[in-house]
């Protein structure tokens, strides 16, 4: 895919964008409540809702035992998410899944297994899940997970600075993964997603990451801290409730 507008640059860091923020509770967990008691949509649409939601799945592995042949399984997977017969039974031609996310040293075989497919390589990066090694290093990863052919690039934050309220250091570290990932010699810039909502943040300073992210121009994805935990929360209450940026 071919770059076709300018990227957002960004701004710089505003405060009041979340500083002054407030929020009614109370009227919110009603609201959220609201939305899981609520009836469905059946049949057909149901049909229909479920191969969106495939559609905006980053299929993952980020395993310590990763290997070659196991990602190729799972781009095999993503290639074709839904039984065939399935597709012919709803009449639906070709559906894959959003992309393939895989740890940085993983993705050339991802990148050839899903060769011709149209369907984007993502990599975690910045020292992921903790997001506590050094800087540069971190930087230096986003490099090599773009080399090496990743479209877009997963970031972890340094979970103190929001601890501390260290907004300014945030927005710092954050434009400097930005500039990192543009300042690589691959034609199309990847997209670049930071994950916000670890249990010991809160959704206030969830929310605050949430609103300095989008003056970067950064999308969000509210699971990145969680990666590879057994508790993560499943695809569709995702795409229900939470800031997931669907691709």
């Not at 980020?62 to 196991?70: E, F, K, W, Y």
């Not at 121009?217 to 800031?243: F, H, K, M, T, W």
Request: proline share 5%.
């Amino acid at each position: 895919m071919s770059q076709t507008h300018e990227r957002n640059p960004g701004c710089a860091l505003r405060r009041e964008w979340f500083e002054d923020v407030q929020i009614n509770r109370t009227a919110a967990e009603r609201r959220a409540a609201a939305i899981t008691s609520g009836r469905t949509v059946k049949k057909n649409y149901q049909a229909a809702w479920l191969l969106r939601a495939v559609q905006c799945i980053d299929l993952t592995t980020l395993a310590g035992d990763d290997t070659p042949g196991r990602v190729r399984r799972l781009c095999a997977k993503a290639r074709q998410p839904v039984r065939p017969d399935l597709m012919q039974a709803m009449g639906v031609d070709a559906v894959t899944t959003g992309a393939v996310c895989v740890y940085p040293t993983m993705v050339p075989h991802a990148v050839r297994a899903l060769e011709g497919s149209g369907i984007p390589v993502a990599s975690v990066a910045t020292g992921f899940p903790s997001g506590l090694t050094p800087l540069p290093q971190r930087l230096a990863e986003i490099r090599y997970a773009v080399e090496q052919g990743a479209r877009e690039i997963d970031i972890v934050i340094t979970r103190e600075h929001v601890l501390l309220g260290n907004w300014q250091a945030l927005h710092d570290e954050v434009c400097a993964h930005v500039a990192r990932r543009l300042h690589t010699q691959r034609r199309v810039c990847p997209a670049l997603r930071i994950g916000v909502h670890d249990r010991g943040l809160g959704r206030l300073a969830g929310d605050r990451c949430v609103r300095l992210a989008y003056q970067r121009g950064l999308g969000i994805s509210d699971n990145g801290a969680r990666a590879g935990q057994e508790e993560r929360v499943s695809e569709p209450q995702r795409l229900n409730g939470g800031y997931g940026l669907l691709h």
